[in-house]
């Protein structure tokens, strides 16, 4: 097919005469290189935010034994980003899993899944903010974290300075992802080395007496077993997605085909093996487990009982940070995306989407509209804080239908993509074996946010966020396809191409 266009050579910087390959003009500054996007991948994983906010649901479902269901989300995402990295390195595009599928399958597909794409960082980022960044950001500074109105300007000031810092320039944005690095790896494996050596010290004079290593498989829930096992592997589930925001930012990568598919399969890994032990460490040093289990913090709980407020003060200012840095990949993302539609035509107002700043380097009008998209949900969200919750719940299933949509287009049209160049990353014999486990294992995931009757709810939003995205299609957007100014190869026909 036409629209698996070969890539040219990846070029550290851009000139008038410079192309993207793929039927574009490069518009970014390649400025971005191995560990800026390692960072930006790292980051918006967050195992330090994934755990702060889910360790309570593990915990409670099925007792410290919950630790153990961390590898097995480990293992999937680890097949899956190993398929997503082989099309980082072959289609190395901003707005990548729109891309991807549009590609692979066609623009119609391509739009499906863009849409479901600005769904969940829409969503996500004001959620992080409002129900997590803002409380934390309370509490540290002494204010009442109970007050609604405080919590508000707390979530719109984060929300803004984090869009700022990538209106500015994507190099700044990078430097807080740089700095988050760090910020991650002391909020999780540092802290939990601390109170687990508190533990080894103290253990014995423990409120439960002092407990050893076996109380790693200790198994605490009053519900059937299998949907207990079900509800606390939703830990790694909730927390190990993501990583693909480095090929958002491809087209500002150097070298994007070879670094971006390293980045993202690092972060995976690194985070993968940070978050296995930081749940070690945080669940020996339990001092108490019904009482842990009742707090609604319990890594906080966890700290405060070894290390004191102080501390503690400290461990929940990283958290915040984390969560910050969060919202500033999240944005830099989420504007890739609607940019990258944009571009081929496929949203309201996309001639003023799809501009670049030639000055700054960054997509500003998508930026500012993923932003306005973002004050608005939050003021839902505190106009009506139960409809809210459900939607950031539907944001735990959002991903894992972007990524099944993008594995079934990948397993339909590999052969055809492998045919048109080498990519910087490819999986050889292995793809198929690879595809097909990292299928099942996305499959048992949907599943398992779909089915229970917990869910049923955000399964809901999602479906009304799909039929959004019908009456847009039906519209406005099918007459653009129709005529040929919508999907890929509509840059080419404005004489926006090569």
């Keep these: 097919m036409a629209e698996l266009d070969a890539p040219s050579s990846a070029q550290s910087t851009p000139g008038p ?33 994934g755990i702060f906010v889910n360790y309570s649901y ?14 097995v ?38 739009y499906l899944v863009g849409a479901l794409g600005i769904l969940y960082s829409a969503v996500g980022l004001p959620g992080i903010a409002l129900v997590g960044l803002a409380p934390l950001t309370a509490t540290v500074l002494g204010l009442d974290a109970e007050d609604g109105r405080l919590l508000v300007f707390i979530a719109v000031v984060s929300l803004v300075v984090a869009y700022l810092l990538n209106i500015i320039r994507v190099q700044l944005a990078a430097r807080v992802n740089n700095v988050a690095v760090f910020a991650e790896i002391i909020g999780t494996v540092v802290l939990s080395a601390i109170v687990f050596f508190a533990w080894v010290q103290g253990g014995p004079s423990t409120p439960d007496g002092g407990h050893g290593f076996g109380f790693l498989f200790t198994v605490a829930t009053d519900q059937p077993i299998f949907s207990a096992i079900v509800g606390a592997s939703l830990v790694g589930i909730f927390t190990l997605v993501g990583f693909e925001a480095a090929a958002d930012l491809a087209e500002e990568a150097v070298d994007a085909r070879r670094t971006v ?30 009482s842990i289990q ?7 709980a966890i700290a405060q009982y070894w290390l004191g407020d102080t501390a503690t003060g400290i461990f929940l200012a990283v958290v915040v940070f984390s969560m910050f840095a969060l919202s500033v990949v999240g944005a830099a993302a989420n504007s890739r995306l609607i940019f990258a539609m944009a571009r081929d035509n496929l949203l309201p107002f996309s001639a003023v989407l799809r501009r670049v700043n030639p000055r700054t380097g960054t ?57 048109t160049g080498e990519g910087g990353f490819t999986l050889g014999v292995w793809a198929m074996p690879v595809a ?43 007459r653009r396809f129709a005529n040929g100014t919508a999907g890929i190869g509509a840059a080419a026909a404005r004489g926006e191409g090569p």
């Design 363 to 419: 997509p500003v009008p998508a930026l500012l509209a993923s932003l306005a998209i973002c004050l608005l949900l939050l003021v839902y969200g505190t106009l009506d804080g139960d409809a809210f919750a459900v939607l950031i719940g539907a944001t735990a299933l959002v991903p894992y239908l972007v990524y099944l949509l993008t594995l079934g287009g990948y397993l339909a049209r590999r052969k055809a993509l492998v045919e």
């Design 73 to 110: 989300a480990a293992v999937g995402q680890f097949l899956v980003v190993l398929v997503l990295a082989e099309l980082a390195g072959h289609i190395p595009l901003a707005g990548a899993n729109y891309q991807w599928a549009a590609r692979l399958v066609n623009s119609r597909f391509g």
């Design 261 to 290: 598919p390293r980045a993202m399969i690092l972060s995976v890994v690194v985070s993968a093996v940070l978050g296995m032990l930081a749940l070690i460490g945080f669940t020996l040093a339990v001092p108490d487990l019904p």
């Design 436 to 478: 097909v486990l990292a299928l099942l294992w996305l499959i048992a995931v949907v599943a398992s946010l779909t089915l229970p009757e917990a869910f049923r709810s955000a399964d809901y939003v999602v479906l009304g966020a799909l039929a959004l995205t019908g009456v847009w299609y039906v519209a406005a957007l099918h």
């Design 17 to 49: 005469e410079q192309r993207s390959g793929f039927g574009y003009a490069e518009q970014f500054p390649r400025v971005l290189r191995k560990f800026a996007l390692f960072a930006v991948a790292f980051s918006i994983v967050s195992i330090t935010t």
């Design 58 to 71: 593990g915990l409670t479902q099925l007792g410290p034994a919950s630790v153990w269901l961390w590898p």
């Design 294 to 300: 009742e707090s609604p913090v319990p890594l906080a």
